[in-house]
């Protein structure tokens, strides 16, 4: 049996992620200054690494992320994953505060 981290090594047991499959691609939840350590790394190993969207809870939050990090904003994971176009509320969003 295989774990996920045995999946990701070549025979020679380095780490291929990024490697000839491409880079490995996620979604980054949110703009604050957790979300940038994931957003700067892809920009250091391009060739490891891809964004693919941004997602935020408002379209005015999604505009600042775009402009900042030049990446396309969506308002659910869901949106992000399916490539659907963004959306100006998610429904999933109400009630929640952000913890200070």
Known sequence: MTSA???ALDSAGRNDIGGAGGPA???VAGNGWRAGFYLRLARIFPERLQVTA???PTAELGLAAERQWGLP???TIKDAITG???TSWS???RGRRRRR
């Open 91 to 93: 429904p999933r969003c």
């Open 25 to 27: 691609r996620y979604v």
């Open 84 to 86: 659907a176009p963004p």
């Open 54 to 56: 941004i997602v935020t």
């Open 5 to 7: 981290v045995d999946s």
């Open 73 to 75: 904003s969506v308002r």
